[in-house]
């Protein structure tokens, strides 16, 4: 079994692993249930064809649960590595090809596409 103080030792270190490791762009696209049914599929079969496509390396996309944001769907939080993270709502294939260039390849967000 092991001390508090050793669990806040590995926590610390996964932590740290954790931003050492990882990409640039972390786009998480929210997949509940009320998401699905207003096409998160298809916006997270877009976001993957379009990173492709632009040849986009440095970008990982991670399916999330609920966000309490049902109303603006389909929903995309984008975490940009030393950056507040940015949510982009009510996607369609169109407006991710937007944010792909405008957003990911020039560094650019796309603010008529934000929550307020
Ligand atoms: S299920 Fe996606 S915001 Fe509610």
Do not use: W
């Not at 990409?23 to 997949?31: H, L, S, T, V, Y």
């Not at 609920?66 to 996607?91: R, V």
């Not at 944010?99 to 934000?114: A, D, F, R, S, T």
């Amino acid at each position: 079994m092991k001390t508090l103080l050793e669990n806040k030792k590995f926590r610390k270190e996964l932590k740290t692993e954790y931003k050492k490791n990882r990409k640039k762009f972390i786009i998480k696209i929210c997949m509940g249930t009320s998401s699905i049914c207003s096409g998160a599929k298809e916006i997270f079969k877009t976001f993957e064809s379009e990173i492709k496509k632009n040849k986009i390396s440095d970008t990982e996309i991670i399916p999330v649960g609920e966000t309490g944001l049902n109303s603006l769907e389909p929903i995309a939080i984008i975490h940009e590595k030393g950056k507040d993270p940015i949510q982009y709502i009510q996607l369609t294939p169109a407006k991710i090809k937007k944010i792909i260039k405008q957003h990911i390849i020039e560094g650019n967000i796309v603010k008529e596409y934000l929550t307020n």
